[in-house]
């Protein structure tokens, strides 16, 4: 078996390493990745299961991206969040989530403060910067790859962390790149991805599918309640000197609503890029921000590997059940 | 050595570097037999497989939500169950099952496997989150009702393959008042080790009354019993004398004429980890 490390198993630097020339990787990089040794953030289980299937790592490849949000800045198309008017009399633009809820009080009748509407509404600024954000990241790791020869990246590991106090976030993605021995090279083509490596990638191959890429998405929705919300999730009665009694256990709809629309946003999101394949190994994290009078911001991240079929399925003998005597 | 080889601890056959090299071309080609539509995932690879392994197919990912206020002023004073805080409890997860099986049913499935269920109780709110994987026998019909369990896919095949079948997420939960002492009480006992019996008595009630709604549930879904019952008790950080208990499990039903036995082959693993040696030995 070739030594890990060159494409071609040869010992020395590698001949043909792209060294970033006309890419935006930076010099350094180029003259590690040319050193000629492989580094890879596998364990040595997996280590050994990929080299078993055929995978040689050749480079722990990194892609890193540092966004400033600017969601509720001036200029905005939407305004960005600064009212729930955000989308004007128009309502909100084609395919984007949006409901509507008005006070089933009479109005202002009980304070100047009654919140009479409120609305659900779809945060597509939000999320088109974090896709600019993980998608720049990923797309750097995807260039390292290329540039070093691999045919693709295993044990993906993405991380989205706060900076200081500061309005920005980091977006931090590394694996393992792979040639895959013997096989031949592919000009031109994008290093696959995926979030697997080890016994369980052998496993995926094994049942037929192959990985295509890691495939992540955000939603988020930012909800503006109205009165009956209010007073749900705050213990307030209707009016401001207690009159009108407090609200009996009641399911808060608005709310409910939009946790479902999120979760379901995010779903379509990653469905959209997926084409006919599968999203294996779905991972969905949940993050909701509580404002106060029942305002909130729910945002939702799916991630997973796109997987396709590539051979039809051989169906496993029956699992046989066994007890271990340790 | 070159070229294809079997791989060492790969069932017999297999060649697993040449699926490799097989599955690392196809990626230039159409995809073989694709789907109608993209289907999501949260099962691991090997919760897949042992799906396919009793002709089971995962579909999409699904979800259920649901909030419920509890109105105000119920933790602080009183005896008994805080019975406004149980319904809340109660109706958050059963509108949030009924999320799930919606879902479900949208997309064709039959239940819902694996569910992560995440609960927060607040002053004011009880919010309930679940997430799961909807599933179906391969080319299966559409059907009107679907079930929801917290069981793994690993778990579902063993019940499955037991002759049992689950029907739904049996759930039950009850908050219980423990009552103050009187002043003069709390200062006699205040340099004593006792037993502070009304919040004993307070985890049993709430334990009981818990139990009891779990049990309910399941009996209302048809079940014969639960399994894998997991539950949760203890103080809330706004309430100090209120004592909550929940228990949820999935309720299940035999399927079959009886029940399958499994019979375990007894496996003598060969990694032995607690081999120890005595250190005087080396003396």
Known sequence: ???????????????????????????????????????????????????????????????????????????????????????????????????????????????????????????????????????????????????????????????????????????????????????????????????????????????????????????????????????????????????????????????????????????????????HDTLQGALIVANTQRLAQGDEVIECALRGTRVRRFKDFDPLPPPRPTVRLT | MSGPRPTPGAPSGIDLRAEMRQAAASLGKPAHDAPSRAVTSDLSVDESLLLHSIGWEALDVVFGASLVSVPPFVWTWGSGEITSASEAHNLAVRSAAQHLGAQCTAVGGHGVVGVHVEIEVQRHHVDVELTGTAVRPVKGKDRSSAFVSDLSARDFTLLHNAGWAPVGLAFGASFVYAPRRSAGAAMRQSSQNVELTNFTEAMYAAREAGMEHMQRSALDMGAQGIVAVRVAEGPMWFANHAIGFTAWGTAVRLEAQSHQYLRPEVVLPLDDAVVEFAAQSLR
């Not at chain 1, 109005?107 to 993980?134: D, K, L, T």
């Not at chain 1, 990923?138 to 045919?151: D, F, I, K, N, P």
């Not at chain 1, 500061?166 to 040639?179: D, S």
């Not at chain 1, 109205?226 to 009641?250: D, H, I, K, N, Q």
């Open chain 1, 1 to 275: 078996m070739p030594a890990p490390g060159r494409p071609d198993g040869a010992d020395g630097p590698p001949d043909a390493v792209d060294t970033g020339t006309g890419t935006d990787l930076p010099e350094a990089a180029g003259r590690r990745l040319e050193s000629g040794s492989f580094s890879s953030g596998l364990t040595v289980p997996d280590f050994a299961a990929c080299l078993q299937m055929g995978l040689r790592p050749v480079a722990l490849v990194q892609g890193f991206c540092v966004m400033q949000w600017g969601w509720y800045g001036a200029g905005s198309p939407y305004s960005r969040g600064l009212s729930p008017y955000a989308f004007g009399s128009g309502g909100a633009p084609r395919g984007v989530y949006s409901e509507s809820y008005s006070c089933p009080h009479g109005g202002m009748v009980y304070s100047n403060e009654h919140r009479i509407w409120g609305q659900n509404y779809q945060q597509p600024w939000v999320e088109e910067a974090w896709a600019e954000g993980f998608g720049s990241a990923y797309s750097r790791l995807v260039e390292e790859a290329g540039a070093v020869g691999a045919h693709g990246v295993i044990g993906v590991v993405d991380s989205t962390r706060h900076l200081a106090d500061m309005n920005v976030t980091e977006f931090h993605i590394l694996g393992t790149a792979v040639v895959v021995e013997d096989a031949a090279p592919a000009p031109g083509a994008t290093p696959w991805t995926t979030y697997l490596a080890g016994q369980r990638l052998a496993k995926l191959v094994e049942a037929g599918y192959m990985p295509v890429s890691v495939v992540a998405a955000l939603s988020s929705v930012r909800v503006w309640a109205y009165c009956v919300t209010e007073m749900l999730m705050e213990g307030r009665p209707l009016s401001t000197f207690g009159g009108g009694g407090y609200m009996p256990v009641a399911e808060v709809e608005q709310l409910s609503r939009a946790h479902l629309a999120a979760r379901s946003l995010v779903r379509e999101h990653v469905r959209g890029k997926l084409g």
